[in-house]
């Protein structure tokens, strides 16, 4: 072992052995960089290319609309063109841009060097490039997804749409959405243990409190959007009837799953752009933030509210009055604790001395703009008005209002406060104004008219509408508009454009903010910080200069480097004392692979090549399980100092490192989308039509008995092979061969006591879920086996078994599925054949 640690490196010395270590290396080796720099710059520059191409699409639309009976498109092209916008906008652009600022950004402001996972990361942009590519290939090609972004069935079943059209849609975003979430889990997990040392809870800055929400937001939406997509497409490619009213399915189980994640989505998109809020605001103003506690409670509860209110988007279609009624009132309520964080911000203006720049130019441009559209929102939630505007413009105008507002504006106020972080050079400034009121009335005017198209009747998605309908002015004054919101944002980028190449150099910390991303050299070293700092006040009331100088001198923690590893402190969740050393992974081509083989799966899907399919996916599985070895020991550490006297052991002996925390917040996710898997099957005896089916579903005991003991056998055998003593390598065997006995026996049911599962979608749903089972249970028996390879390859001691711990909590849960699996089938079938409620 080289102890470097002992050598104290001069501040110029220290740079260059860190650079070398966690720096990107040039030419193709760029391609297998995992630092967090080049990574959340690469997510942010492909949104805005994505951003570019919305753009362009959106004019496109406002051309043909800008005329009454216009040629310019057909119904097809333009049923493609605002089918693309919209997905393009909301999936690729105002999400995937968050996630880049938030990997770029976030570690910097808890003073780390990187996030928990940084090969995910890296995954995780190869995901959202691949799919995204896909939906702008078919839009090349002219098979572009035409259904509209929401995709509604049946619409979108083969019926209606038998083209490539909607599986591009309901592969590619799913493919995206794999980015999402593991991005979701790797901020939340960051956050929780990658702190700087000293910063409790109640010391965070409170961009970190908007992406903890964000993030667990992400962790429980997305799930749902998946499951839904991925049964949308086997109702396509192999006709399982779960949205096909004529065989027990029900098209309102898309509206559910896809609202689940729908509205929760609005509160994703804008509570990033009101992190960056919050962070700005203080520092223009030149004092802290008011009501920082009462706006993380405020956060919260929004978080917890938006997940009650995506019925609210579904009022016209039959809802019971007393739901009506609930929903209403939920929606009306949201606004209480968006209200709260508008007022805090606006006392803190008022307690400041605030001063005139760019940034808050846009930060002004917000609060008219959010305001109007918050208060349309407040109009839509109440059912009588909902009823009369219901798929009109007023709806796109408010959607718009709320999204551009709430996202775009504060996103350019973000862009000009933390270019210079990026590039070490400020805003030229001379086409910045102009930029900004050439997209700010544009936009009011665009957006504005539409309200009013959508109060005289237009409906949305039209492609043409006749001249007497008394809309063509309104639509031509909106059409001039978008043209001079589109003009103010070339001249934005022109300015952009400027900054990198004109914008004159500055010292340190340019603004005079007090968040550590400025406690360092612009543009940032690979690794942030040359040593870590240790806080004793709220995070967004430091001295970044001092600070600055103290650990680019090393007076901080990790000031020197180990065996040539990437190191960083994980820390208490609570009150951010040191724990442990979390020791990375090197550069390395396996994220891009591994993506390549992702994308595999789905491109096989795509092309109707299924045979392919599987093939693909162990080639994934097998990706991911070569990642483990480069960041395994095969000896025992004990403690390793960190700095001043400190010493804490490595993560792959603390009880509770990273990764496992990483474990459960998977579970979590993938038990959302199980529990979405189950709601469906009940909303359909609820609601679909032909129930009670004429096909019976009749599952015989005694096979799921077998595979009950196997699975109680298994986790057994899990848990007593966790503590890694001498016979963990039997009880590992032993449950690996119960998990994949388990997987044999979900998929014999699901092939022989399952009615053909086209005929109706009660067999089609039972016939998924044993699936479902089978999937978690082969997944289980591959890390019961890796498992047993890592105790066999010295990699797992009694200290060293967070493999196995890790192992046993994906075990257990897959008991739990596995169980679960075996009992609802049951249940559903007696529903079934019992009398509708």
């Known amino acids: 072992m080289t102890e470097r640690h002992e050598q104290k490196l001069s501040p110029v010395a220290l740079h260059h052995a860190l650079e070398e270590v966690w720096g990107t290396k040039p030419g193709w080796r760029r391609l297998a960089t995992i630092n967090h720099n080049v990574v959340g710059k690469r997510f942010m520059l492909t949104a805005l290319i994505f951003f570019a191409i919305g753009g362009l699409l959106a004019m496109l639309i406002r051309v043909q609309l800008a005329s009454s009976e216009s040629v310019f498109m057909d119904a097809d092209q333009y049923a493609q063109v605002f089918t693309m916008h919209g997905s393009i906008m909301m999936f690729l652009f105002a999400i995937p841009f968050f996630e880049g600022l938030t990997i770029y950004l976030l570690p910097k402001l808890l003073g780390t060097r990187d996030l928990a996972f940084p090969r995910m990361s890296a995954y995780g942009y190869w995901c959202y490039l691949f799919g995204g590519s896909i939906l702008i290939a078919a ?43 593991s991005a979701a889990i790797e901020i939340i997990v960051t956050i929780l243990k990658l702190r700087a040392a000293g910063m409790s809870l109640d010391r965070m800055p409170i961009f970190a409190w908007y992406m903890l929400v964000v993030a667990t937001m992400m962790l429980v939406g997305f799930p749902p959007l998946i499951l839904g997509s991925i049964l949308l497409e086997l109702e396509r490619a192999f006709d399982l009837p779960f949205f096909d009213p004529t065989h027990g399915g029900d098209p309102l189980l898309w509206q559910h799953l896809f609202w689940l994640f729908g509205h929760p989505e609005v509160y994703i998109i804008f509570l990033p752009a009101a992190g960056a809020i919050s962070t700005i605001l203080p520092v223009f103003a030149s004092t802290p933030l008011a009501g920082y506690r009462i706006i993380v409670a405020a956060l919260v509860s929004m978080a917890f509210l938006s997940f009650g209110l995506w019925v609210h988007h579904m009022y016209t279609t039959g809802i019971p009055h007393v739901a009506l009624s609930f929903f209403s009132a939920a929606s009306a309520l949201v606004a209480v604790p968006t209200a709260i964080q508008i007022f805090a911000w606006l006392a803190t203006i008022s307690h400041g001395r605030p001063r005139f720049s760019i940034p808050m130019l846009h930060i002004f441009g917000f609060f008219f703009v959010f305001v109007i559209g918050g208060l349309t929102g407040v109009m839509l939630a109440m059912v009588p008005f909902d009823w009369q505007a219901h798929d009109t413009h007023f709806v796109v105008a408010h959607l718009h209002y709320v999204l551009v507002g709430g996202f775009v504006f504060p996103m350019m106020a973000a862009a000009y406060y933390w270019l210079p972080h990026i590039t070490g050079r400020q805003p030229v400034q001379h086409l910045s104004q102009a930029a900004f009121w050439m997209i700010f009335i544009g936009f009011n005017v665009t957006f504005f008219m539409m309200h009013l198209t959508g109060l005289r009747g237009m409906p949305r998605r039209v492609f043409e509408y006749p001249r007497e309908s008394g809309w063509e002015t309104l639509n031509f004054i909106s059409s001039l508009g978008s043209f001079v919101m589109a003009m103010g944002f070339a001249l ?67 000031g020197f480097l180990r065996d040539d590893r990437m190191e960083l402190l994980a820390v208490n969740i609570v009150s951010g004392e040191p724990e442990h050393v979390v020791r990375f992974p090197r550069q390395s081509y396996l994220p891009l692979l591994t993506a390549v083989a992702t994308g595999g799966v789905f491109g096989s899907l795509l092309l109707k090549l299924y045979w392919l399919t599987p093939l693909a996916f162990i080639a994934v599985v097998l990706l991911f399980l070569c990642w483990t070895p480069d960041t395994g020991e095969k000896r025992d550490m004990h403690s390793l100092p960190i700095g001043n006297h400190v010493e804490v052991p490595p993560h792959l002996e603390a009880e509770r490192p990273p990764s496992w925390w990483a474990m459960i917040l998977a579970i979590v996710a993938d038990a959302t989308s199980y529990i979405s898997l189950l709601f469906g099957g009940l909303f359909l005896w609820v609601s679909a039509p032909n129930w009670p089916p004429a096909v019976t579903v009749e599952i015989a005991i005694a096979p799921c008995v077998v595979i009950a003991v196997l699975l109680m056998l298994s986790a057994l055998c899990s848990h007593r092979a966790t503590p890694a003593g001498q016979h963990a390598s039997r009880y590992l065997l032993i449950c690996a061969l119960t998990q994949a006995a388990s997987t044999v026996g979900f998929v014999w049911l699901s092939l022989t006591s399952v009615p053909d599962p086209s005929q109706h ?41 967070l493999d196995l711990r890790i192992s046993n909590l994906w075990q257990e849960y897959s008991t739990i599925i596995g169980g679960a699996s075996l009992v609802f089938p049951a249940l559903l079938a007696s529903l079934a054949n019992g009398s509708a409620p």
């Open 139 to 181: 839009l090349v090609g002219g098979v572009a997804p035409d259904s509209g972004w929401f995709m509604y069935t049946p619409l979108s079943s083969s019926t209606y749409a038998p083209g490539i059209n909607s599986d591009v849609w309901l592969l590619g975003i799913t493919f995206v959405e794999i980015s999402a979430l």
């Open 492 to 558: 934005l980028a022109l300015d952009f454009i400027l900054l990198f190449r004109f914008g004159r150099r500055y010292h340190r910390n340019p603004w005079k903010a007090g968040t550590l991303e400025w406690a360092m050299p612009t543009p940032p070293a690979s690794y942030n910080f040359a040593s870590l700092p240790s806080v004793d006040r709220r995070a967004d009331q430091l001295d970044p200069n001092m600070l600055g100088a103290q650990l680019a001198a090393g007076e901080g923690y990790l």
């Open 761 to 801: 979608a009660v067999a089609a749903t039972v016939f998924i879920v044993f699936v479902y089972a089978g999937l978690h249970c082969g997944l289980s028996a591959v890390l019961g086996g890796y498992g047993l390879w890592r105790i066999r390859n010295g990699y797992v001691s009694a200290r060293r078994n």
